[in-house]
């Protein structure tokens, strides 16, 4: 069956922009998790997402949000983005989430200039 | 302070050598996943260890959890070029006491085999 995918691979925006990044989950699988990967911090979880609700939230400001939609797609959203935001992130789903065993994507490596 | 300790934070070895790595925690934890991530990829789940004292295999990779579940570690035997890559631990839900229930990482080795 197909993998976690995620759109766009790569992606580079200004600082004050936003970003809209999108995940498709593996069939079957209702839990899209976010991570933020970065060379200092490593994988920092962001947010989950349970059958179009968040459940649980990482220790992010505000400016990051995101969505679930009812086939379970998920999105992410960066708003106000900062020369910090530069990072891979990756988005893993599962079964049932809650910090079971998790697929994630190949991440999109977004770089804010 | 860090949940979760890998060490060696980096490690290179030539090809068909024997390695170790580990993960170790100050709190006990009742599960632990093994990833290994390669160069521009997400991380791919290895195995998931419960039980302390637990020992698995997987082809040239032998995981042990520890009998007080407080560490865990990663021996590779007669590492190949293949093995290159970032290998993170990384424990379930409900233990960052933050109300956050995703994955908690370490920061992972990164481990080089030079042929």
């Known amino acids: ?113 | 302070t860090q949940l979760l300790e890998q060490s060696p934070q980096f490690l290179s070895i030539q090809e068909g050598e024997n390695l170790t790595v580990y993960c170790n925690s100050s709190s006990v934890f009742s599960s632990l996943q093994w990833y290994r991530q390669e160069p521009g990829e997400g991380p791919v789940l290895l195995v998931t260890v419960v039980t302390g004292g637990e020992v698995k295999k997987l082809k040239r990779l032998t995981f042990q959890f520890g009998d007080a579940r407080k560490d865990s570690s990663l021996h590779i035997t007669a590492a190949q070029p293949g093995d290159t890559g970032l290998y993170l631990c990384a424990l379930g839900g409900g233990v960052t006491g933050g109300g956050a229930d995703g994955l908690t990482f370490g920061k992972g080795t990164h481990l080089i085999i030079q042929p």
Request: glycine share 12%; net charge positive.
């Open chain 1, 1 to 113: 069956k197909a993998g976690v995918t995620q759109t766009p691979r790569y992606l580079i925006k200004t600082r004050g922009q936003q970003v809209t990044l999108s995940c498709s989950p593996i069939s079957g699988h209702r839990s899209v998790s976010w991570y933020q990967q970065t060379p200092g911090q490593g994988l920092q979880f962001l947010f989950e997402y349970f059958s179009e609700t968040q459940r649980n939230k990482g220790n992010f400001p505000g400016r990051f949000s995101g969505r679930q939609f009812s086939n379970s797609r998920s999105e992410m959203n960066v708003s106000t983005l900062e020369l910090g935001d530069s990072a891979l992130y990756l988005c893993a789903s599962s079964l049932d989430g809650g910090g079971t065993e998790a697929f994630f994507g190949q991440g999109t490596r977004l770089t804010v200039v």
